[in-house]
């Protein structure tokens, strides 16, 4: 079995387990091919990207039982799509970063200078 990595080279941590996040909702931010978002970066949540998110056309705060989701808010940790947090981060509000939990795979959409630059300390 292939050890998933992180940006920084090591195994990848679990992102949030409370909500239950990742593409396969278990707790991971793995990828995989058929993940045409690609949710490989750990992020916390702000008000701030919540808000522009929603202003954006994805709703992440608004609970969708039928889906499993039970709506976020700022302090949870979730697998967010490269390109959108990139997006969020080119307009002022990205949401910080957790390394050990951004799999490796981000780094095809984000300069690991950018996710360092806005890690979580």
Not at 16 to 35: A, K, N, Q, V
Not at 112 to 117: C, P, R
Request: net charge negative; hydrophobic share 35%.
């Amino acid at each position: 079995m292939m050890v998933k990595k992180n940006v920084l080279g090591k195994k990848l941590e679990v992102c949030s387990l409370e909500p239950l996040t990742g593409y396969f909702r278990d707790g991971s931010c793995s990828h995989c091919e058929t993940d045409s978002g690609q949710h490989t970066l750990c992020a916390e949540m702000t008000d701030e990207f919540l808000q522009f998110s929603k202003e954006k056309g994805n709703d992440l705060t608004t609970p969708r039982p039928e889906f499993n989701f039970p709506g976020l808010k700022a302090g949870d940790r979730w697998c967010l799509c490269a390109s959108r947090w990139l997006e969020s981060a080119d307009a002022g509000s990205a949401p910080a970063v957790i390394l050990e939990a951004t799999n490796e795979r981000a780094l095809d959409v984000i300069e690991i200078s950018d996710l360092k630059y806005h890690a979580k300390l």
